[in-house]
């Protein structure tokens, strides 16, 4: 059995504090340039400063008002399942709750140096055990900080916590097993659960992978009791951080994108053949930006995360590694992992078997590589016999990428082109910065590997290599859409004063945005159509479809879905400046112009329509089904859609459509419904952290529509007594109220959270119990000392 001598000066806050220190020299020079040229703080690109720098801003504000219902979100959506993938379980978040919520998006780039800090800390921890020399187990925690996967994903942000906190989850599991350390697991395995449930699902399968290969190569040789002993921890850390769990279950399983299931041959084989060429490259080129295409263009490769490259090394110390210790534990671990990534259903494995595809689990073989290049290289007799050959097949294969940019090609016009490139420059550009990693990792190698520090001289090399090609791959990132982001915090964060002003706050509305960025509800606090979240309510996911909007990681109703506005009590539309004219071309109905900031053009929805409102007419679903998707809108303004049960109980309050009137779809006859709507509005409504009030005075019975997404969460009461809610529009909601005056209140609770908090409060609690007797069973053992 290997283990380390933990005797041993640990020199974890040393690579803690070189990982943090490059990570500062990474970011340094790109903050500079956003502060003299941008105005402002970090930004980067796409999810980056559309999702991660917002979220965090407003998740801050939001638990420090309180709440359950975020009205900011979509269409409005509860807090805890919209954001708890994202940010509300992760220790980092927590720890920025620390800072103002102003400060915030200056707050992001010392949270990433500190996430590569901890993740190198980690990672070094876990390869003490199997390097067995700590100058090589610090080279595996900067190879692992700074590899391909967490340089890529700076772009998500939030993925970067999973990457810092899995080593110390796997470090506790070693811990067990070999030294028997009880009550550090279930600690590390309930902060990953809490971290994030969606990737510790692929934490949960790559541990059971891990264990039966470390049995399978004899190193964990384990029993009935302490077999026993590793599931109770296990239970008990599952139990402690399942607090987001079931609330993100609940509402996960209502959601579309998360039952993808594959289908016949897309269980064994990817669809298109260049996807099988980009997995095998991605050890050996360092990574694109997140939102490029370079050598393959076929196949799902944007946002995927689909990288292994390690700085310098390369994949070189693997493949040796496999070559010379064929019996290892990691050898099996990482011939297991290829395989996974080649075939579609075990790739997915790591992820609920959806048929999405994702690389976004190799942050853990990662971490095996690392440990097995260095366990390697602290071996200079095996690095000797086994690393040259591999080196020469890392350059060749390496090389063998070139020959994508002379392919003989054709344009679209016909004519002969060399190459298959999307942009060829930029290829060259990565291509260059690998190979350039290749030959100052050959010359350290013939000049430097018999020297007595060799080990500190390739981790100076590393580190500064990491800045090498982490600078590149930021620059091919960031400022590839420079001219799209530059203008991204006068249009956000710059903009809120102007907007709070210049908007009334005399009732509730929603706004929508043209040619701005996304999720702009969140820095204005404002219900917004444009927005992008992939984890809000299910049912917006289920009623965008049917009117005509496609709905995936983003809601994005064209602005030509003019009544669609109306329907949603929509009153104000941002425009950017630079896209006005675009804007006016369209000439849409209902829409003026009030008045104007520094970033924007406000138009005025003539249309609008308060929240809350009742209908003359019901449609059936048959009926509606005969209107085209994008022009249902005009229809729901005109009629509410009921099933045959709703139709049922509410036939002798709303008439049926007739269905002439499904092709009465003009303007005018838009204009007209939305005039009947006002007349046929609440006389009050109030948008609250909890749901919402509103006040009705029908001379008769009325079914309520509110455009509020149908969730299970949701309680109503009618003066006082419990009503019941019912689904409309397929996602909407509706509650039918008796004439005269009304009080309606909705009320929003995460379902399923107060139940895992008991869970977790109850496992807290004994754990508290374990770790007590574990201590005291400890000085129980200690050897009793006779007194002098």
């Known amino acids: 059995m290997e283990s380390v001598n933990f005797k041993q000066k640990s020199n974890y806050w040393r690579v803690f504090v070189l990982c943090f220190a490059t990570a500062v020299l990474l970011f340094l020079p790109h903050c500079i340039i956003d502060a003299v040229a941008g105005g402002g703080y970090f930004h980067y690109a796409g999810d980056f ?71 190198g800390g980690g990672a070094y921890l876990w390869a003490r055990r199997w390097v067995q020399d700590e100058r090589w187990s610090m080279l595996a925690g900067c190879l692992y900080a700074f590899s391909g ?53 692929g934490q949960a399968v790559f541990l059971i992978l891990y264990f039966f290969c470390m049995a399978a190569g004899r190193r964990y040789k384990i029993g009935p009791r302490k077999f026993a002993s590793l599931a109770w921890e296990t239970v008990l850390g599952c139990a402690c951080g399942c607090v987001l769990l079931l609330p993100a279950g609940l509402s996960l399983l209502q959601n579309p994108r998360t039952i993808d299931p594959f289908t016949g041959y897309g269980y064994l084989l990817y669809g298109k053949s260049q996807q099988y060429g980009a997995i095998f490259y991605s050890p050996f080129l360092m990574p694109d930006a997140p939102y490029f295409k370079d050598m393959f263009q076929e196949g799902i490769l944007k946002h995927t995360s689909l990288t292994a490259y390690l700085p310098l090394v390369g994949a070189a110390g693997g493949l040796a590694f496999c070559r010379a210790r064929g019996r290892h534990p990691f050898t099996y671990i990482l011939k297991v992992c290829i395989v996974c990534a080649f075939v579609p259903v075990l790739n997915s494995s790591f992820y609920a078997l959806n048929s999405s595809y994702y690389a976004r689990w190799y942050y853990m073989p990662i971490l095996v590589l690392c440990g097995a290049t ?32 002379i392919l003989p090609n054709e344009d679209d016009d016909g004519n002969t082109v060399y190459g298959v490139l999307d942009q060829p420059a930029r290829f060259w550009a990565i291509f ?17 590997r018999q020297k007595r520090r060799w080990g500190s001289i390739l981790m100076a090399a590393t580190l500064g290599f990491s800045l090498l090609y982490g600078t590149l791959h930021l620059s091919l990132t960031k400022y590839a859409q420079w001219d799209t982001d530059s203008n991204l915090i006068a249009e956000t964060y710059d903009s809120v004063d102007e907007i709070t002003a210049a908007l009334p706050d005399d009732a509730f509305y929603r706004i929508d945005a043209y040619g701005a960025h996304n999720n702009l509800g969140l820095w204005f606090d404002k219900s917004c159509l444009q927005f ?65 900031t520094t970033a924007y053009a406000i138009y005025e929805n003539e249309n609008w329509v308060p929240m809350g409102f009742a209908f003359d007419y019901y449609v059936t679903a048959d009926q509606l089904d005969r209107v085209n998707e994008d022009e249902r809108a005009q229809i729901l303004c005109r009629a509410v859609l009921l099933d045959d049960d709703q139709i049922s109980a509410f036939g002798g309050i709303l008439q049926p459509l ?59 009461t009618v003066n006082g007594e419990p009503a019941t809610i019912e689904k409309v529009d397929d996602g909407l909601m509706a509650v039918c109220v008796p004439a005269g005056e009304n009080e309606i209140e909705f009320t929003y609770h995460t379902p399923g959270l107060k139940v895992s908090a008991t869970v977790s409060a109850v496992a807290i609690v004994v754990y508290g119990v374990y770790l007590g007797i574990l201590r005291k069973k400890k000085r129980g053992n200690k050897p009793y000392a006779k007194p002098c």
Request: charged content about 20%; proline content about 5%.
């Open 532 to 596: 992008f979240n992939s984890t809000v309510a299910p049912s917006i996911m289920e009623f965008y479809p049917e009117v005509g909007v496609k709905r995936d990681v983003n809601s994005k109703p064209e602005a030509e879905n003019y009544a669609l506005r109306g329907l949603l009590s929509v009153r104000y539309t941002l425009v950017a400046k630079d896209k006005e004219a675009e804007w006016s071309d369209k000439a849409l109905p209902g829409w003026r112009r009030i008045g104007e």
């Open 374 to 405: 260095c366990y390697l290289l602290a071996r200079p007799g095996l690095a000797e016999r086994h690393l040259p050959r591999a080196f020469a097949l890392t350059t060749f294969i390496t090389l063998t990428a070139a020959v994508f940019a």
């Open 49 to 119: 400063n559309d999702q991660q720098i917002n979220f965090y801003q407003y998740a801050n504000a939001f638990i420090k008002q309180g709440g359950t219902f975020s009205w900011a979100t979509d269409l409005g959506s509860g807090f805890v399942n919209s954001y708890s993938f994202y940010l509300l379980g992760s220790p980092f978040f927590w720890l920025s709750m620390l800072v103002p919520a102003k400060f915030m998006p200056w707050a992001m780039v010392p949270l990433l140096c500190l996430k590569m800090a901890l993740a």
């Open 149 to 201: 996967f967490s340089i890529y994903n700076i772009f998500f942000n939030h993925f970067l916590d999973v990457v810092a906190l899995f080593p110390y989850m796997l470090a506790s599991l070693d811990d067990a097993v070999l030294d028997g350390k009880k009550g550090r697991f279930p600690f590390w395995v309930a902060l990953n659960l809490v971290n994030n449930y969606f990737f510790f699902a």
């Open 432 to 448: 260059g910065m690998t190979v350039a990693g290749i030959v100052i990792f050959a010359l350290l190698w013939h000049f430097c």
């Open 658 to 716: 007739p269905d002439e009137e499904l092709t009465n779809r003009s303007e005018d006859a838009y204009a007209a419904d939305c005039v009947a709507r006002r007349d046929a509005s609440v006389t009050e409504f109030a948008a609250t952290r909890t749901g919402f009030t509103a006040r009705t005075n029908y001379a008769t019975d009325e079914l309520v529509f509110f455009s509020v997404p149908y969730d299970d969460g949701f309680t109503a």
